[in-house]
Nanobody, 124 residues
């Protein structure tokens, strides 16, 4: 079992930056890809960024490409999401997720473990 806890959410002005962090506990070595998802009110959950176990493979949603950066530290059991040039459309609850399947599949939403989420609000 793996437990994920997100942190770093908050209120930020348009054009600002924010860094989200996800800390994992439990059988961390059992998981491979990790990802950040988000869900805005009235909208479906969407994948934001995905990273492989090694960190060599990364994938981003078109809407955040060039503005968001996902990274992970396996020794610290963390995965971070650095967000810059934020706009109101980025407002959502952001979730950390992890999956055990070693297959690289950035399109999937089939993840084994999910955090409870952290709210990000972009507003002036």
């Amino acid at each position: 079992q793996v437990h994920l806890v997100e942190s770093g959410g908050g209120l930020v002005q348009p054009g600002g930056s924010l860094r989200l962090s996800c800390t994992a506990s439990g059988k961390f070595n059992s998981i491979n890809s990790m990802a950040w998802f988000r869900q805005a009110p009235g909208k479906e959950r969407e994948s934001v960024a995905v990273i492989s176990w090694s960190g060599m493979l990364r994938s981003y949603a078109d809407s955040v490409e060039g503005r968001f950066t996902i990274s992970r530290d396996n020794a610290a059991q963390t995965v971070d999401l650095e967000m810059s040039n934020l706009n109101p459309e980025d407002t959502a609850v952001y979730y950390c997720a992890a999956r055990s399947d070693p297959t690289w599949n950035p399109e999937t939403q089939s993840y084994d473990y999910w955090g409870r989420g952290t709210q990000v609000t972009v507003s002036s």
